[in-house]
Nanobody, 125 residues
């Protein structure tokens, strides 16, 4: 199973980007999916996560009200709409997926089975 993240790039502060992450290959029943990010000199952190049905979502406080996670199970794809971007959002963004194990989300890295390669988001001031 491979996760392919896309949509990163350079944007000015206040702008928007939409990240996508598509799962492909093998037989894979996706459960929870999440977005993590790692800023320079910092540890990777979970910023958003979503359950299989999409009925439960998580956001870290810093992105609440600005970012929206969603998914399309028919396409095995998760999205992250990022609005009102700030320079502090500059980071490598990773998507992650967990084999289905219940309709819930997870925020810990160890809970995820598959990882995308990362996409760089740079927000200029």
């Amino acid at each position: 199973v491979q996760l392919q993240a896309s949509g990163g790039g350079l944007v000015q502060a206040g702008g928007s980007l939409r990240l996508s992450c598509a799962a492909s290959g093998g037989t894979f029943s996706s459960g929870a999916m999440g977005w993590f990010r790692q800023a320079p000199g910092k540890e990777r952190e979970c910023i958003a996560a979503i359950s299989w049905s999409g009925g439960s979502t998580y956001y870290t406080d810093f992105v609440k009200g600005r970012f929206t996670i969603s998914r399309d199970n028919a396409k095995n794809t998760v999205y992250l709409q990022m609005n009102s971007l700030k320079p502090e959002d500059t980071a490598i963004y990773y998507c992650a997926a967990r084999t289905y194990s219940g309709d819930t989300y997870y925020t810990r890295e160890a809970r995820y089975d598959y990882w995308g390669q990362g996409t760089l988001v740079t927000v200029s001031s």
